[in-house]
């Protein structure tokens, strides 16, 4: 079993990886996105825009969905931010 380490110093046990319908092996290559957004501590909206980002060249069919996708969210993280610094 691999372990990864978080932006924290948390050890995280990362399981054998085994072929799936979710995660299919052409959304891996050195690091799972999963992984990478989990290191790094990111948020909901942050997480999804890595996550469209780095898939949106292996759809065959709509990788300009998955484009869309990730400028919504962040326009949505766009938005909170601009929030944030008008409240203080």
């Known amino acids: 079993m691999a372990e990864i380490y978080d932006t924290f ?3 995280h046990a990362m399981p054998d990886k085994k072929p799936d ?3 299919p092996p052409y959304y891996r290559k050195t690091i799972e ?3 990478f957004i989990i290191a790094y501590a ?3 909206l942050e997480g999804n825009i890595v996550k469209y ?3 949106y060249k292996n759809k065959h069919k709509n990788g300009l969905e998955d484009l869309y996708k990730c400028r919504w969210y962040l326009d949505k993280l766009i938005e909170e931010k601009e929030q944030e610094q ?3």
């Open 9 to 11: 110093g948390k050890k």
């Open 21 to 23: 319908k979710i995660n």
């Open 33 to 35: 996105v999963t992984d």
């Open 42 to 44: 990111l948020d909901f």
């Open 53 to 55: 980002i780095a898939r």
């Open 86 to 88: 008008k409240n203080g």
